[in-house]
C-alpha cells in the first residue's frame, strides 16, 4: 500500500516536472511579450500589447509574415498531391525498385540542411529564379517531403487491399474507386501530413536563409535578422504568433481527424 | 439453357506452381454451389478469377454463355461478400448499399427505396444510419450481403465470409444466407473449408484439392458416394487403411486387409484382383454392436484404446487385431441408452458392406502431377 502510494508520489512529481520544463519556455516567452516595458524580461513590467501594436506597424514583419504563409502554402499545395500519390503507389503498385524509390524519396532527411541550403541555391541560381519567393516554397516542399510520405503511408498501410476490390465489384471503375473510397480512407494521414507540412514549412530556417534575400526574406530569416541587431520585446511578440499558428494547426487538426488518431500516430 | 457459370479448363499459375489447375465446371441459373476444399487448395482463386480480380493463366470462364476473361471486374454483373466484409468504414449502412446503385447509374429516385428493401431483406430495418463500426459482427455480415445483392447481380460470390464468427452466429448465418439466397433466386458460389456449411447450404458441392476438382455433386452424393480418398477423408471422420483386392465382380466384392476378407463396394468398373486398394470406414457408418442385437453384415472384435466424450456422442478408438493392428475410430451416438465401454474393453464392432469405400491407390505422383483429371 505504502509504496504503490510512493510510487504514484513518485511518477507525479515526474509528469509535473515534465510538463513544466516544457510549457516554461512558452509561458515566459508570452508573459514577456506583454510587456509595458522597452526591454525583453520576465515577469514583465506591466501588461500591454504596445509590441503587439509595434509589430503590426512594422512594414518588415508584415510583409515577412504575408510570405511566410504564401511560401507554407504553396509547399503544402505542392506536397498534398505529390506526397498522396508516392506513399499510394509506394504502398500498393508492385513496382520495380520500390526499395530504391522509397530511399530516394527519403533521401532529403538523410542531408544536412546546410548542404541541401547550398545546393538548392546554386540550383536555383543556374535556373536565373533565385530571388523570387515560389523557389523557396518548392524547395521547403522538398525538404520536408518525407513527412508527408509517412503520414500518408501509415494512413496506406492502415487500409484493406479489398476494400478497392470491393468498390470495383460495386461497378466503379479505378478513377471512381481512387475518387470515393481509397482518398476518403487515407484522408486522415493526407490532412495530418498537410498540417505538419505547412508549420514545418511556416517554422523553416536554414534553408529559406539561403534562398532569400531582402526583398523575399520570410519571417524566421526576419527574426534572426533582429536579433542580431537588437532584442526588444516585439520579438517576443512573434513568437507568440508562432505559437498561435501552431495552437491552430493543432485545432485544425482535431476538428478534421480527431487528436486520438494523431496521437495513435495512424 | 446456357448454364451461369461455366468453368472450362481453367488453370492459374504462379511462377512454377499451379494454384488451379483445369477445373471445369458448370452452374445452373439459381442454383447454390459451394467449393469446399483445405486451405490453399484453390478455392479462393477460383473465385478471384470469377470476380475478375485475377485471371487464368489458360482456359475460359463463361457467365452467360459469353466469354469474360476481357471484361474488367466492375463490369461484370457480380455480388461479392468478402472475407472481411470489406465494408465502406467510412459510410454508413445505408450509402453502402446504395454505393452499387450509384456505381451502375440507377434512377436516383428508385435507390432510397432500394436499399431500405435490401434493408429489410437482411432484417436491418432501422439501422441505415449505422456506420460500419458501430454494428456488430452478425450486423455488419448483413449489411455486407444487402451490399453484393441490392443491384440484382446475375451471379453471388461468397469468399468464406462466415469464418470469422464463432459457431453459433456462424449456423445462424449460414441458414440466414440460404433463406435470402433462396428468395431471391440468385445464382450463388460459397467457397469454405467448412464441411457442415457446405452440406447444409449447397444444392451442389466441389470438392478441391491441390488446386484439382475431385468431386463436384449433391451434398448427399459427395457424402455417401466419394469419389476418391481424399473426399472420403475431408468430408467426415473417416479411417483411411491399405487393402488389396481379393475378388472383383461389379458391386459388392471382396478385400483383403490384414488376415481377413471383408465384402466391401468396389468403384464402378470393378478392379483387377490383386490390386493394391485404399479403404476407408467412415467413424459415423461403424458401431457398437450390443450382445444379442441384430448384427450387420460385417462384424469384427477389437479392444478400446481411448475414449472421449464430446457431449451428444462418444468417440472410441478400437484397435482391430485381426486387420493389422488397425485402430478405427467409432462413433456412438445416445451412449445413455446403453453400455459405455471403458478403455481396454473387448468390444464388436460392425458395418454394413456397401459403408466401406475402395479406392484404388493413388501413388503420390498420382495424387500430385497427373495432368489430366481426377485420379479415377
Known amino acids: 500500500m505504502r509504496s504503490a502510494r510512493g510510487k504514484a508520489w513518485v511518477l507525479w512529481s515526474m509528469v509535473i516536472l515534465v510538463l513544466v520544463t516544457l510549457a516554461l519556455p512558452t509561458l515566459v516567452i508570452i508573459g514577456a511579450s506583454f510587456t509595458s516595458g522597452d526591454i525583453i524580461r520576465f515577469p514583465p513590467e506591466g501588461l500591454s500589447l504596445r509590441w503587439y501594436r509595434a509589430l503590426w506597424d512594422l512594414g518588415g514583419f508584415r510583409a515577412a509574415l504575408g510570405r511566410t504563409a504564401y511560401v507554407s502554402a504553396l509547399c503544402t499545395l505542392i506536397a498534398i498531391p505529390v506526397g498522396t500519390l508516392a506513399a499510394l503507389a509506394l504502398a500498393r503498385r508492385r513496382m520495380r525498385f520500390a526499395r530504391t524509390i522509397q530511399v530516394y524519396l527519403l533521401l532529403p532527411f538523410t542531408i544536412p540542411l546546410v548542404v541541401s541550403g547550398i545546393s538548392m541555391m546554386m540550383l536555383f541560381g543556374e535556373a536565373r529564379v533565385l530571388g523570387q519567393l515560389w523557389p523557396v516554397g518548392v524547395a521547403l516542399c522538398l525538404i520536408n517531403l518525407p513527412f508527408m510520405i509517412w503520414a500518408v503511408s501509415s494512413a496506406v498501410n492502415a487500409l484493406d487491399p479489398e476494400l478497392e476490390n470491393a468498390a470495383m465489384n460495386c461497378g466503379a471503375p479505378p478513377v471512381t474507386v481512387f475518387l470515393t473510397v481509397t482518398l476518403p480512407a487515407v484522408m486522415p494521414g493526407v490532412i495530418t501530413g498537410a498540417l505538419l507540412m505547412f508549420i514545418l514549412a511556416f517554422n523553416e530556417f536554414l534553408v529559406s536563409l539561403f534562398l532569400t534575400d531582402s526583398r523575399t526574406v520570410t519571417l524566421p530569416v526576419q527574426i534572426y535578422n533582429s536579433i542580431r541587431n537588437v532584442i526588444t520585446p516585439d520579438l517576443a511578440a512573434v513568437s507568440v504568433v508562432y505559437i498561435v499558428v501552431a495552437l491552430a494547426a493543432i485545432w485544425v487538426l482535431d476538428r478534421l481527424v480527431g487528436l486520438e488518431i494523431f496521437l495513435k500516430s495512424k | 439453357m446456357t448454364p451461369m457459370v461455366e468453368l472450362d479448363n481453367v488453370t492459374r499459375r504462379f511462377g512454377d506452381t499451379a494454384a488451379v489447375r483445369e477445373a471445369s465446371a458448370r452452374l445452373e441459373r439459381g442454383e447454390f454451389l459451394t467449393i469446399l476444399g483445405p ?24 457467365i452467360n454463355g459469353q466469354a469474360i476473361d476481357a471484361v474488367p471486374p466492375f463490369r461484370r454483373s457480380i455480388g461479392m461478400v468478402f472475407q472481411r466484409l470489406a465494408l465502406f468504414p467510412h459510410m454508413t449502412a445505408a450509402e453502402n448499399v446504395a454505393y452499387p446503385l450509384k456505381m451502375r447509374r440507377f434512377d436516383p429516385a428508385e435507390i432510397p427505396e432500394r436499399v431500405e428493401r435490401y434493408l429489410e431483406l437482411v432484417r436491418l430495418k432501422g439501422f441505415g444510419s449505422r456506420r460500419p463500426h458501430e454494428m456488430s459482427g452478425g450486423q455488419q455480415q448483413r449489411v455486407a450481403i444487402a451490399r453484393a445483392l441490392s443491384f440484382s447481380p446475375d451471379l453471388l460470390l461468397l469468399d468464406e465470409p462466415l469464418s470469422a464468427l464463432d459457431r453459433k452466429l456462424r449456423e445462424e448465418m449460414q441458414l440466414e444466407f440460404r433463406r435470402i439466397q433462396q428468395e431471391l433466386g440468385v445464382t450463388t458460389i460459397n467457397v469454405t473449408h467448412d464441411q457442415r456449411e457446405a452440406l447444409v447450404m449447397s444444392d451442389r458441392v466441389v470438392v478441391m484439392d491441390a488446386g484439382r476438382i475431385q468431386q463436384a455433386d449433391t451434398p448427399a452424393a459427395v457424402y455417401r458416394q466419394p469419389s476418391n480418398r481424399f473426399v472420403a477423408s475431408f468430408i467426415g471422420m473417416t479411417t483411411v487403411f491399405p487393402g488389396m483386392v481379393a475378388e472383383a465382380p461389379e458391386g459388392i466384392g471382396e478385400i483383403i486387409v490384414g488376415d481377413v476378407r471383408l465384402p466391401a463396394r468396389l ?28 448384427r450387420p453384415e460385417t462384424t469384427i472384435g477389437g479392444l478400446v484404446e481411448r475414449r472421449i466424450f464430446e457431449g451428444d456422442r462418444l468417440v472410441y478408438e478400437v484397435r482391430v487385431p485381426p486387420l493389422g493392428n488397425l485402430t478405427l475410430m467409432v462413433f456412438d451416438h445416445d451412449p445413455a441408452t446403453h453400455a459405455e465401454h471403458e478403455v481396454g474393453a473387448r468390444v464388436l464392432l460392425g458395418w454394413n458392406a456397401r459403408d466401406l469405400f475402395v479406392f484404388p491407390k493413388e501413388t503420390t505422383e498420382n495424387a500430385t502431377r497427373q495432368e489430366t483429371g481426377p485420379a479415377s
Request: hydrophobic share 40%; glycine share 18%.
Open chain 2, 267 to 294: 468403384p464402378a468398373g470393378g478392379l483387377a484382383p490383386g490390386t493394391a486398394v485404399d479403404c476407408g470406414l467412415r467413424a459415423e457408418q461403424v458401431r457398437v454392436v450390443a450382445p444379442g442385437a441384430p
Open chain 2, 39 to 62: 486451405s490453399g487448395c484453390g478455392k479462393t482463386t477460383l473465385l478471384r478469377m470469377i470476380a475478375g480480380f485475377d485471371r487464368p493463366s489458360a482456359g475460359r470462364i463463361l
